[in-house]
């Protein structure tokens, strides 16, 4: 502009609007709250417009004694799991001391074998159980257990029996007896059972050397395990697809034909796991069959029978290889 006449003012930029003040609202430490929305006791505005009390001191949205709404709760639930823990742990320890202190120790079964030893005689069957303590009770009165009455095929033939038991266990063997005599020592139960015995007319072990083979190899007598315990049995190993007929000729019957089958050898089970097969026939014709598979352990079979002698045929069968079916059978009165 051209000297000594008015300038035009300089144009200035606008500045920015400042928020107004809460209107005479602080909070705590001088702190700016919303718009007349006081933060101790009375009612609570957010622009003026009533939320509702909240308790004495307390921020919006307390609960009882300043806490949060609904935190109780969570917390409480937050400590179940510890408090279940804990009770777990309790528990544990006590079920473990009282299965150490159910255990008889080894007092006991000396006290037990003694009651057993006082009134023993030659021929008398001793059992334990449950079977696991088998090992247990072996130590103590194995002396008295030959090898034949450990692998018998079962205890009929037995007019006294044993039985010595932990927890309320009773053994196979005795089932359906009734005690005549029984002794408590530090956990052991001793029992003694007394039954008339059968009378067995013949065994097929004792004449396998008589023995007529058909379609496979001789059996063979035998000490095996079958099902996780020993049996004295003939041991035959059929062909697969081929029957082995093992025929006893003019064998003495009486009323009743009772036999054991199983399949042998825990590593042939578990490498060959299909069942085996055996049929007992006479005068041609099949009165008892058994199919015992490899879990079945030692399999009972029976058939009635006429009195008198005549030829038995055992006819076994296997569809895998090495599959070693192991058997006896007595003839009873």
Known sequence: MAAGTDAEPTPTAPTAPTAPAAAGARGAAG???VAGAPTVA??????????????????????AAGAPIGAGAPRRLLA?????????????????????????DDAAWTSAATVVRAEHRPGDLIVFAPDWVDPVGRLHLGDLIPIDMAARM?????????????????????????????????????????????????DVRDLVASVRAEGGGRPALVLAEVGFAPHRCLEIVPRPGTPARITFAALP???????????????????ERS???LDVEIG????????????DGWVRFAAPTAPGATDVTFVARATGLNKRICFSAEARQ
Do not use: C, K, M, N
Not at 81 to 99: H, K, M
Not at 284 to 295: E, F, K, L, T, Y
């Open 42 to 63: 009375g009612e609570a505005t957010v622009a003026g417009a009533p939320i509702g009390p909240t308790a004495a001191g307390a921020p919006i949205g307390a609960g």
């Open 80 to 104: 179940l799991p510890a408090i279940a823990l804990v009770l777990l742990g309790l528990w544990e320890a006590i079920a473990i001391r009282r299965s150490t202190t159910a255990v008889p």
């Open 154 to 202: 079962d205890a009929a033939r037995y007019g006294r029996i044993w039985e010595l038991s932990i927890r309320g266990a009773r053994h196979v063997d005795t089932a359906g007896l009734a005690a005549v005599a029984t002794a408590e020592r530090g956990g052991v139960t001793v029992r003694r059972f007394e039954r008339t015995p059968v009378t067995v007319l013949a």
């Open 284 to 295: 041609g014709r099949v009165v008892a069959s058994a199919r015992p598979g490899v879990d």
């Open 275 to 277: 069942p085996g097969q």
């Open 31 to 33: 702190a700016p709250t």
């Open 253 to 271: 019957l009486g009323r009743e034909l009772v036999g054991y089958v199983g399949i042998a050898d825990v590593f042939t089970r578990r490498d």
